[in-house]
């Protein structure tokens, strides 16, 4: 099955700053890409996905880039705000019947 | 509109019971997954339905049963309690598969 592997594991930057979390996958079939956040004792929600068939897609301060040759995919984060704070996952699926997680990126946004 | 609806929130079980964790979507979705949470582990699907009387093993199966008699409704069936089976547990649903997944609140078991 497919591999996703995720980084950093926990990451701390000062609000104003970029923050950076990196996905690597290893079936290339795989066509889509989310990425969640959830904050602490909360549901994951979706903030922003890309298909294989686009390199980067932008919403506002959050965008997402693909390379599908490297099978790694990007979550940028600009101008980062206290309620950026959370866990970020990743994910792969290549049907949409299973979707594949990254172990997910603790975010602490430092006011 | 209430989405995806979990229940219990929170149970403690005893080595060796079993129990059924409910999920109930009113979207009129026809994908709907069962995960579990582990600290540091991300999710990992346990099972999932692509619509009535279909279902199959995710990533981590075992110990596990579940059933999809309706659309809204996908019972998670934990026979034979054991530690390792600790977790937080969410439901989720889709309208289509590579779309977005809309999870429950979770529900937070404990094996003694």
């Known amino acids: 099955g497919e591999n996703v592997e995720q980084h950093p594991s926990t990451l701390s930057v000062q609000e104003g700053d970029s923050a950076v979390i990196k996905c690597t996958y290893s079936?290339?079939?795989?066509?889509?890409f989310p990425w969640y956040k959830q904050e602490l004792g909360k549901r994951p929600q979706l903030i922003i996905d890309?298909?294989?068939?686009?390199g980067e897609k932008k919403d506002q301060r959050i965008a997402v880039t693909l390379n599908k040759t490297a099978k790694h995919f990007s979550l940028h984060i600009t101008e980062t705000q206290p309620e950026d704070s959370a866990v970020y996952f990743c994910?792969?699926?290549?049907?949409?019947?299973?979707?594949?997680f990254g172990t997910g990126t603790s975010l602490t946004v430092i006011p | 509109n209430a989405g995806v609806t979990q229940t219990p929130k929170f149970r403690i079980l005893k080595i060796g019971q079993s129990m059924t964790l409910q999920c109930t979507q009113d979207?009129?979705?026809?994908?709907m997954y069962w995960y579990r949470q582990d600290p540091g582990m991300g999710l990992k699907l346990i099972y999932y339905?692509?619509?009535?009387?279909?279902?199959d093993k995710g990533e981590v199966p075992n110990g596990y049963n579940v059933s999809r008699s309706t659309t809204e409704d996908f019972p998670l069936r934990l026979e034979l309690a054991a530690p390792s089976q600790t977790s937080v547990y969410f439901c989720?649903?889709?309208?289509?598969?590579?779309?977005?997944?809309?999870f429950g609140e979770g529900s937070r078991l404990t094996v003694l």
């Open positions: 979207m009129n979705h026809n994908y």
């Open positions: 989720a649903s889709s309208t289509r598969g590579t779309g977005e997944l809309f």
């Open positions: 890309i298909r294989s068939n686009v």
């Open positions: 994910a792969a699926s290549l049907t949409g019947n299973q979707f594949y």
């Open positions: 339905s692509v619509g009535a009387g279909i279902t």
């Open positions: 079936d290339s079939a795989s066509n889509y």
